[in-house]
């Protein structure tokens, strides 16, 4: 029987490797396709932004952020002279924790920043926690931008609902902040859209209730060309699945791009902006959903269909993109998946991106004119001198013989029988795993264990069928087909009964939680990051946010609320639990950690909490996942020890 390694330093060393954040991602391509810009860890948890030339390898830091002061959270280029950035910070308010986020305009060389759209004074709590959004690049004019920028009417103190003028479309100069309105400001603009030419003419409008919270619906509106008037295209909702959902202007302006849910399928369609109410059907998948559109280039033209089945795909309309896509794939080593992510404005150089399970990935640049591939930058080198577990993609029955898809990662070492397990829900639960490079199945793997990453019913991505009513409201279908696996694992003779453990973040958290609540006798441990642990909690906890009635929508009430929340249920949970959280967390609320904790010391079972200050949902800290790792390991190998 194989079994996990014991020896302090093996796990030492595979946590530092596998907990290091990549040393590059966000990279676009320059309009002259002759540079780049991306994003490279500075220290354990802070950022730099670096401007990189291709052929002399020259690099430029234009922000750089040791202190985790905020988040780069993506640069494009404005112009071949200047980049725009957005920053992300956490504050305190008033009792009430909060996201900041902030447009700088860059100058490509490092001379000048400034700050973009509005500003917003992060010592108060107000509607508005956005300086903006950049909804036209207007690559033809490299001085301005079109923008939507909420304008406040009044600063509150203590909610985050409160008095607003609403959302504008401004003529923003990127060299100086100057604006200028194009729409006006309106409670009930909700966004804006532009046919990336400088014509805003795409909004959503709804309204809030009387309570300041907004409501479940929208109304999308277009105009034709050269027309100031708005018509109706259609409604959708922000809650669950969204019945429809715009999806940018095709190269012409004389249509829109809709994600429509047709069939109990999102598909892709082409909607005539003349009032003639033409339709055209671009892409729909028979057995997935289709996830959005690829756009590159000076005017972020569309270039093809994205969706997932068990890779990621894209169903090019392009199909000179496809055609070399598929090219560049079979010339690189092992002929790992490739996409191209972006390209100059002249249309002669791509920004490649290739990498799969056994390959965390690499950028390369495509000279068209001259064939030449450039290797750019590679995510995790450090991970090279470790053999990569191989990864397949399998299904199991549920109990009602339903078909679940799954991601199987074996450890390497040609054992296959009897082993230690590891089942890993993914978050969400709007989500659902793909096959490719998963630093956390690779660490367990390399440890020695199984991995088993289910796609099950709850999941996004399969249809209105598979997501049911959420992962949530159905809890008992998402976590049955969850220990389903498990099961299956220990029926095939690939787990040691007795050696099978749970392990999520987010979403997958609260299943790790819930499984042991469901099946108390089916695992041996349980590890969960940043877990939902009570649903009430959950929708108390939104009471000072404009969400709130689309939180309570999306969970509902019934007996789902207390039999579904593993914090009012700790009493059945029969294992030792390791649950590990930061104390910034925007997404799911410090307190459901707190709450399982003291219902497990209540309940008097064996478990821990470990609560990382400074950090958000996703714990963006070399030395603290590697730490959140380490002990991940010896919780799990002194647990299945026994």
Avoid at 329 to 357: H, M
Avoid at 457 to 486: C, H, L, M, P, Q
Avoid at 565 to 584: E, H, T, W, Y
Wanted: glycine share 8%.
């Amino acid at each position: 029987m194989a079994t996990v390694p014991v020896s302090a330093a093996d796990i030492a060393k595979l946590s530092t490797a596998y907990g290091a954040r990549p040393s590059a991602w966000g990279v676009q391509l320059s309009p002259d396709g002759n540079k780049i810009v991306y994003f490279t860890p500075v220290g354990a948890r802070g950022t730099a932004a670096v401007v990189a030339d291709v052929a002399t390898g020259e690099t430029k830091v234009l922000v750089s952020n040791p202190d985790n002061k905020f988040e780069a959270q993506w640069c494009q280029w404005k112009s071949q002279q200047r980049i725009i950035c957005n920053f992300y910070a956490i504050r305190m308010i008033e009792g009430i924790r909060n996201g900041f986020s902030r447009l700088l305009s860059l100058a490509a060389d490092g001379s000048s920043t400034v700050e973009l759209g509005g500003r917003i004074d992060p010592r108060a709590v107000e509607v508005a926690t956005s300086s903006g959004r950049i909804i036209d690049w207007m690559p033809d004019d490299p001085k301005h931008v079109i923008m939507s920028v909420y304008v406040a009417e009044k600063e509150t103190v203590g909610s985050l609902i409160g008095s607003t003028k609403g959302m504008s479309a401004k003529l923003v100069e990127v060299d100086t902040n100057r604006q200028s309105n194009i729409e006006m400001p309106n409670p009930a603009n909700q966004s804006f859209g532009s046919d990336n030419h400088g014509n805003v003419r795409f909004k959503t409008v709804g309204s809030l209730d009387s309570d300041g919270y907004t409501r479940d619906s929208s109304t999308l509106l277009i105009r034709a060309k050269g027309s100031k008037e708005w018509k109706r295209l259609g409604a959708s909702k922000f809650s669950g699945r969204r019945p429809l959902e715009f999806a940018g202007f095709d190269e012409s302006g004389d249509n829109v791009f809709v994600l429509r849910d047709t069939d109990g399928r999102i598909a892709l369609y082409k909607y005539a902006t003349d009032g003639s109410d033409r339709t055209e059907l671009t892409f729909a998948h028979p057995a997935v959903d289709v996830d959005g559109l690829l756009r590159i280039g000076k005017y972020s033209r569309p270039v093809g269909a994205t969706y997932a089945t068990d890779f990621d795909h894209v169903s090019f309309f392009d199909t000179v993109l496809d055609k070399r896509s598929r090219a560049l794939s079979n010339a690189l080593p092992g002929k790992p998946p490739v996409t191209i992510t972006d390209e100059s404005w002249d249309g002669v150089r791509n920004l490649i991106f290739a990498g799969g399970f056994n390959d965390p990935g690499s950028y390369y640049r495509f000279d068209t004119a001259t064939k030449q591939l450039s290797a750019l930058l590679a995510l995790r080198p450090d991970l090279a001198e470790f053999k990569t577990a191989e990864q397949t993609d399998v299904t199991y029955p549920a109990a009602d013989g339903t078909p679940i898809p799954a991601y199987l990662t074996m450890p390497a070492g040609g054992v296959s029988k009897n082993l230690p397990v590891i089942i890993m829900p993914h978050g969400g639960p709007s989500a659902r795993d793909t096959h490719g490079f998963d630093w956390l199945s690779q660490y367990f793997a390399q440890l020695g264990y199984v991995v088993l990453q289910p796609n099950y019913r709850g999941s996004a991505g399969y249809g209105v069928e598979w997501y049911k009513k959420n992962g949530f409201v159905s809890w008992k279908t998402a976590i049955a087909d969850i220990n389903d696996g498990a099961r299956w694992l220990v029926a095939r003779g690939i787990a040691d009964p007795k050696k099978v453990a749970i392990f999520g973040w987010s979403y997958g958290g609260y299943a790790a939680l819930q499984a042991n609540v469901l099946d108390p006798t089916l695992y041996k441990a349980a590890v969960a990051v940043a877990p939902v642990t009570d649903l009430r909690l959950l929708k108390d906890n939104a009471v000072n946010y404009t969400n709130y009635q689309l939180i309570v929508n999306e969970i509902g009430d019934g007996p789902h609320i207390s039999e579904g929340s593993p914090a009012r249920n700790a009493a059945k949970i029969m294992v030792p639990v390791l649950i590990f959280q930061g104390d910034q967390d925007l997404n799911v609320d410090p307190k459901q950690a707190k709450a399982m904790d003291s219902a497990l010391n209540s309940a008097g079972k064996v478990h821990k909490l470990v609560m990382y200050p400074g950090l958000d949902h996703q714990l963006d800290d070399s030395i603290v996942r590697a730490d959140m790792l380490r002990q991940s390991a010896e919780w799990l190998a002194a647990a299945l020890a026994k």
